[in-house]
């Protein structure tokens, strides 16, 4: 199937530093892909939407500002958690929607875990 | 969207058939169900997708009934590897990602 890379696996930092995480379509073009975060023993919440050229659709209670989402190519989206502090760590999942087959399927990346210091 | 129901917890015993059972009532014609398997601190894993009647894969079945307002996974002999949250999503071609709560499968031995 579709393969999904998401890079970082892993990140600390410190409060008040700014986070990037990569996530790559790596053999078919996402024109979308989505962003979650996850706690501890929940489910997957949506942050947004990340569109190919275009700005990113954010869910009710996420801060744009906060989590910036760049979807430059048709391969990679960004999101990059800006000033983070301990409240923003948790484990973060983007996916890209594949609509080569007859049906369109989700395929996810690996997650990353940030833990902000 | 479709709102999913599926039970929070499951329990079962290494080589046995496990069936996961999620309700969408208001599921929309062009809707189809998919079901993805979570490990921990890993991103979910699609297992299975269908519109109606019965769909097999290598890995599970998925049988959906004729009215489409439910839809069952069908684990055959599970093992200990396949202890996992399993996720229900219902959804067309422009549908959002909005996960339910999952069903925690543990599987002892």
């Known amino acids: 199937g579709a393969v999904v890379s998401q890079h970082p696996s892993r990140v600390i930092c410190k409060s008040g530093t700014s986070v990037k995480i990569e996530c790559r379509s790596l053999?078919?073009?996402?024109?979308?892909m989505f962003w979650y975060r996850q706690f501890p023993k929940k489910s997957l919440m949506l942050m947004a939407t990340?569109?190919?050229?275009?700005?990113?659709?954010?869910e009710q209670g996420v801060e744009k500002d906060k989590f910036l989402i760049n979807h430059a190519s048709l391969t990679l989206s960004t999101l990059t958690v800006t000033s983070a502090h301990p409240e923003d760590s948790s484990f973060y999942i983007c996916?890209?929607?594949?609509?080569?087959?007859?049906?369109?399927?989700?395929?996810f990346g690996s997650g990353t875990q940030l833990s902000v210091l | 969207l479709a709102k999913t129901t599926q039970p929070i917890c499951r329990d079962s015993y290494e080589g046995q058939e496990v069936n996961i059972t999620c309700s969408h009532n208001n599921i929309a014609t062009n809707d189809y169900i998919t079901w993805y398997q979570q490990f921990p601190s890993q991103g979910p894993r699609f297992i299975i997708q269908?519109?109606?009647t019965k769909v097999t894969n290598e890995v599970a079945s998925l049988f959906i009934p004729a009215d489409r307002k439910s839809s069952t996974l069908s684990l055959p002999r599970v093992s200990l590897s396949d202890t996992a949250v399993y996720y229900c999503l219902v959804g067309d071609e422009g549908f959002k990602t909005i996960f339910g709560a999952g069903t925690r499968l543990f599987v002892k031995a």
């Open positions: 053999d078919f073009q996402a024109t979308t």
């Open positions: 269908g519109y109606k």
């Open positions: 990340s569109n190919e050229g275009s700005k990113a659709t954010y």
């Open positions: 996916s890209a929607r594949d609509g080569t087959g007859a049906i369109e399927k989700l395929f």
